[in-house]
């Protein structure tokens, strides 16, 4: 049984970092894409970053490009999304997701391809509020 549980979430000044944790359980970890995912009331999600596990291609939206890192510890399951330079927009409910089938090539996880129709499992989402 796929799990992923989110942890992390918060609340900081504009300025500020926070790092979100997924840890994933019930299947081989490598050889999928995963990523974070944002959505504000009244809005669809969105893709923040994303990484092709195993093969550590990596991929942001352009929001965050140069703030965030998404990065996988193998060893412990686990993906992680680190924020810096916290903005008020980035105000959201964050959500952990992996892919509905593995994958071969890293590519396939760039966030054009891997959007919300191809996620098959999603953490509880955590909250991360940033203040002005």
């Known amino acids: 049984q796929v799990q992923l549980a989110e942890s992390g979430g918060g609340s900081v000044q504009a300025g500020g970092s926070l790092r979100l944790s997924c840890a994933a359980s019930g299947y081989t970890f490598s050889g999928y894409c995963m990523g974070w995912f944002r959505q504000l009331p009244g809005k669809e999600r969105e893709g923040v970053a994303s990484?092709?596990?195993?093969?550590?291609?990596?991929y942001y939206a352009d929001s965050v490009k140069g703030r965030f890192t998404i990065s996988e510890d193998n060893a412990k399951n686990t993906v992680y999304l680190q924020m810096n330079s916290l903005k008020p927009e980035d105000t959201a409910m964050y959500y952990c997701?992996?892919?509905?089938?593995?994958?071969?090539?890293?590519?396939?996880?760039?966030?054009?391809?891997?959007?919300?129709?191809?996620?098959?499992?999603w953490g509880q989402g955590t909250q991360v509020t940033v203040s002005s």
């Open positions: 990484i092709y596990t195993g093969g550590r291609s990596i």
């Open positions: 997701a992996r892919d509905r089938s593995p994958r071969t090539v890293g590519p396939s996880c760039s966030l054009q391809s891997y959007t919300t129709g191809r996620v098959g499992y």
